[in-house]
């Protein structure tokens, strides 16, 4: 599976952006994907992720409430609508996916990723 994330941008706080990863490959709708944050000096997190049909989603606290986790499977694609953004959003953000199909939120489960995009919010 390759994984391309696109969509991210310089917004201002209060702002929105739509994240897309586009996956190549037949067997996107049988994994499970996930959105993962990265800024300089922490830790990679997940703040959202969505099981292989669309049914369950997870949301980290910080971002729940602001952010959308979607897939389309007959486009081979999974978004990210981010609302409300704040300048404590700003990250590289990546979109990954998981062969056993779930939710789940640990970066040690995901196989692959795509290369990250750049999310700067202003305040």
């Known amino acids: 599976v390759q994984l391309q994330a696109s969509g991210g941008g310089l917004v201002q706080a209060g702002g929105s952006l739509r994240l897309s990863c586009a996956a190549s490959?037949?067997?996107?709708?049988?994994?499970?994907m996930g959105w993962f944050r990265q800024a300089p000096g922490k830790e990679r997190e997940c703040v959202a992720a969505i099981n292989w049909s669309g049914t369950f989603t997870y949301y980290a606290d910080s971002v729940k409430g602001r952010f959308t986790i979607s897939r389309d499977n007959a486009k081979n694609t999974v978004y990210l609508q981010m609302n409300s953004l704040k300048p404590e959003d700003t990250a590289v953000y990546y979109c990954?996916?998981?062969?056993?199909?779930?939710?789940?939120?640990?970066?040690?489960?995901?196989?692959?990723w795509g290369q990250g995009t750049q999310v700067t919010v202003s305040s």
């Open positions: 990954a996916s998981n062969s056993g199909g779930g939710t789940d939120n640990s970066q040690y489960v995901y196989d692959y």
């Open positions: 490959g037949r067997t996107f709708s049988r994994y499970g």
